[in-house]
């Protein structure tokens, strides 16, 4: 710590009081500390000089006051064990006393009246509100007191400077009503000032509050969540076994019994066959999307790149069949993902680009990747058949499709696995298209 900041801690210690920033006096005693660390310094420029030129002028009374006055600040300042209030009258009386002397050696042109005035200002500022009237009234006494003086001569008025009452009266009237101003005004500043804290602090408890059961809300709501996904893991888990009974048992009769049943009843067993099979394509399916999130597996860097390249291979046959082409004209980075589930939300995007394309024209996908501030943004284009704009929320619920079984097969879980999966990784996913124009979806991804 350098010698400046040893110095106003010290100071801080012993004029700036205990203190609660939400009190307004912890503020007047800072204020007060801050008076004191800066006053004793200035003071050389004043004092230093002041004391010189009584010296040799032969003004030794002032000097001696200079001298006592310095010493109680040094006083004020640095001695341990005085109550703050004390040092705080220390510091007024002394100001005063140097005031009356100026006053009485220097008088009325000397700066004595300027000290006075200063002095009742800074006790304005660093005395509680109640004692606000007190330095106006012994400025008005100190007043009085020099008005009887000069009238009866009591007062050592150096020759040049000889003052009569009106005169004083004069002069020292402006001082008073200037105390009582002040003593009128300041203490609005603080008020206000006192208002303004009380209010932030009620802000800040409320806000504390609020913080409070925002947090128990959450916590609820993400036990809430917990809950619902074990029980969709669980549930689906489960439903699988009878649900595999149930279509085998179907085929069984199918091909047990088969030539002993008409054809409404081959009918109907091609129905339930063909629901139980699309029901098992939703359970696993939904599954997949329970399991997001539950498995030990950490992040690691992987290349985009590699991702694709993999997930062209599994959709090699498609891609084929179709005529598709992807295409990536940006550089591809290394992305800190969790790889299984990366390729997951890439294999489902590019397939569904691919599903819903335009029956005439064959499917062309656009595949970028641009670094943003902590994100990589990822997007996939393609030319088919677009989406209503008032469906784009739609489509990333669970179930949640625009077309029938016939025209687009599917269980309506692919995007709502895709968002899990993006916001697994901090990011979101949203979509942007025409209806029959193409679809553009863009995902990002933490950095
Ligand atoms: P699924 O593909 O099994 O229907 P998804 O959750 O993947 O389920 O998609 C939900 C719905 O969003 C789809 O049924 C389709 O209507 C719409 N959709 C998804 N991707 C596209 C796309 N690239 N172009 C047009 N529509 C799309």
């Known amino acids: 710590m350098n010698a400046w900041n040893k110095y106003t801690a010290r100071i801080n210690h012993n004029c700036g009081g205990p203190g609660n920033v939400k009190d307004i006096d912890h503020w007047r005693n800072n204020l007060f500390a801050g ?17 010189y030129f009584c010296l040799i002028t032969g003004q030794y009374i002032l000097a001696l006051v200079d001298i006592l006055t310095v010493v109680s600040i040094l006083m004020v300042a640095f001695m341990p064990g005085i ?54 009234w012994v400025i008005t006494c100190i007043c009085i007191f020099f008005a009887a ?23 020292s009237s402006n001082l008073i009503f200037l105390s009582f101003l002040l003593a009128a005004l300041v203490p609005r500043l603080f008020n206000g000032l006192q208002e303004t804290l009380d209010k932030e602090n009620q802000l800040k408890e409320a806000l504390r509050k609020q913080q ?16 619902l996904e074990q029980f969709a893991y669980v549930a689906s888990h489960d439903l699988q076994e009878p649900l595999r009974m149930v279509t085998s048992f179907m085929g069984m009769l199918k091909n047990r019994y088969g030539d002993q049943l008409d054809e409404k009843a081959h009918t109907y067993i091609n129905f339930a066959v063909d629901g139980g099979k699309r029901m098992q394509i939703m359970i696993s399916d939904l599954l997949e999307l329970s399991r997001i999130g539950r498995s030990d597996t950490l992040k690691e860097l992987t290349s985009l ?23 990536i004209n940006t550089r591809l980075p290394q992305l800190s993902v969790y790889r299984g589930d990366m390729s997951r939300l890439i294999q ?21 990747c641009t670094e943003q501030k902590d994100m990589w943004l990822i997007c996939v284009e393609d030319n088919g058949i677009g989406i ?54 863009c995902f990002t991804i933490e950095k």
Do not use: M
């Not at 003086?149 to 002069?171: K, Y």
């Not at 790149?305 to 295409?327: G, P």
């Open 35 to 51: 008076t004191i660390i800066y006053l004793l310094p200035f003071c050389l420029i004043a004092l230093v000089p002041g004391i």
């Open 83 to 136: 109550n703050l209030g004390v040092r705080k009258i220390i510091f007024f009386s002394f100001l005063t006393v140097l005031s009356c002397t100026l006053l009485i050696y220097l008088g009325l042109p000397g700066p004595g009246l300027l000290y006075l005035l200063a002095g009742c200002t800074f006790s304005l500022l660093i005395f509680p509100i109640k004692y606000t009237y007190w330095p106006a």
């Open 149 to 171: 003086g000069i009238f009866l001569d009591l007062i050592p008025w150096p020759q040049r400077n000889l003052q009569s009452t009106p005169e004083w009266i004069a002069v």
């Open 212 to 227: 409070g059961s925002l947090e128990q809300a959450l916590h609820l709501v993400q036990q809430k969540n917990d809950e």
């Open 305 to 327: 790149d590699d991702i694709i390249k993999e997930v062209e291979q599994d959709l090699f046959k498609l891609i084929d069949e179709t005529h598709a082409s992807i295409i």
């Open 348 to 368: 489902n995007l590019l397939s569904n680009a691919i599903k819903f394309r335009k029956k005439e024209i064959d499917p062309v996908i656009l595949l970028s």
């Open 388 to 441: 209503e704009k008032d469906k784009f929320d739609k489509i990333f619920e669970i179930f949640g499709r625009l077309h029938s079984q016939n025209t687009y097969p599917g269980s309506g879980i692919g995007l709502a696995v895709c968002k899990k999966i993006v916001e697994r990784h901090g990011g979101n996913i949203r979509v942007d298209s025409q209806e029959g124009n193409g679809s553009t979806f």
